[in-house]
């Protein structure tokens, strides 16, 4: 038996990401190159003789967000079963190269910024200076009205097991 391995991909690049902007809830697609850079991601990385083996892949776990669903896309794994969010014809007219469940998993959704949604790391500091707050240190500070370093942990996260 093969020792079981996870793989972790972040989404593609999108406008926010590009100019420094943290995103969270907010759905943006991937820029051009964005979508250039995650389809030569995926010729380089997947393939029977490549790191990523389609036919070895049990389990694929994404982020409810589109930018990841649309970066699971352009990797061209060839899921028999189709992607969660694609029609049935889209299904039928790909070919496959997996049997893997692909399972949609809000446990594994990218920081909800809050209040910081959208803002740069330089405008936060920007805020909370004219607040009379210390500098920001999202792992000490958190994100008001959104998620603090406490809360994570209590995400459900990925089923470990269901990955071996």
Excluded at 24 to 49: M, S, Y
């Amino acid at each position: 038996m093969a020792t079981p391995r996870v793989f972790i991909i972040r989404h593609g690049e999108t406008e926010w990401s590009l100019n420094g902007r943290h995103t969270g809830i907010t759905e943006l697609p991937l820029t051009a190159n964005g979508e250039k850079r995650i389809r030569a991601t995926g010729q380089a990385l997947v393939g029977d003789d490549r790191l990523i083996v389609p036919s070895q892949l049990t389990h694929i776990y994404v982020s409810p967000r589109t930018r990841a669903q649309k970066t699971l896309e352009l990797l061209n794994l060839g899921c028999r079963h189709g992607l969660p969010w694609q029609e049935q014809q889209q299904i039928e007219a790909q070919p496959y190269r997996t049997d893997c469940k692909i399972q949609i998993d809000d446990d594994i959704r990218e920081w909800d910024y809050g209040d910081y949604e959208g803002l740069t790391s330089a405008t936060i500091r920007e805020q909370r200076s004219k607040n009379g707050e210390g500098p920001w240190d999202i792992w000490r500070d958190g994100c008001p009205g959104g998620e603090y370093v406490e809360s994570i942990p209590r995400r459900r996260g990925v089923d470990v097991d269901a990955c071996v």
